[in-house]
């Protein structure tokens, strides 16, 4: 994958997060400012994905500001949360079945590395968000800087699984992860009830505590052989471009050819 650093932190790291009067930024505000940056990209007549979490949220907000003000777009949200709310905003929507080609789709991130691979699924929502990143012509990834990463794993991995066999399911996952190199902790998401989550689809998530995962690549093919596993959250290859925004500056990364300056931001 070709990727390229378009602009970065231009403060030493460690300096004091602020917004300008000496106010510090959080991590909401972070948020923010890569969901306005995404928004900068939509055109009018765009149809959009648009993703799940606290970030996606935030973009799924503003898009709702600017679809008030007259924007027309045209969106499939990738759960039921964010279709909730974009209905709320007055958001014009469709489904992956009614509209099954998407310009662009932007989503939030669990963790990102500097080739824009992706722990996704944090949220639960890993399944549709992979579907609809496939559909689309362009996925964009927003978050706050603190998701970027040297290797993936240190956010334990989501997998969606069947409810069907759990238990073989999730022997083959962990014999099968091991020969690619990886081991850990193998937990059932539960609600904060203590109840089993399940997904948009009925499915449960089995959270992979990994650590590390030296070859992304090699885990998603042995997965993938897994009968009872739906879908994994190693987005690869799927991302175009990845807005990292930090107190200091946004980071972007892309793998597209765009025409951007060295240090010019989208
Ligand atoms: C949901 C996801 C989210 O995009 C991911 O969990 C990031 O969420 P947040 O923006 O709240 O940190 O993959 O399935």
Redesign the pocket.
Known sequence: MKYRLVSGPEEPQGAKPTMGMGETMSSDDL?RIAAEHALNLVAPGMKLGL???????QFVDLLGAKVKAGLDVLCVP??EATRRQAEGLGIRLSTLEETPYLDMTV????EADEALRLI???????LR?KIVAAASARLVII?DNS?LVDTLGRFPL?VEVVPFGLTATRNLMKSLAYDAGCSGEMTLRLRPDGTRFLTDNGNYIVDCAFGEIADPEALDDALKLVPGVVEN?LFLGLADLGVFAGPEGVTVISSEELDFEEGETV
């Open positions: 948020k993703g799940t979490g606290s970030t996606a949220a990738t759960s989503d939030g991130a669990d996704k699924g944090g949220g639960g929502a890993l968000e978050a998701k989501p959250g």
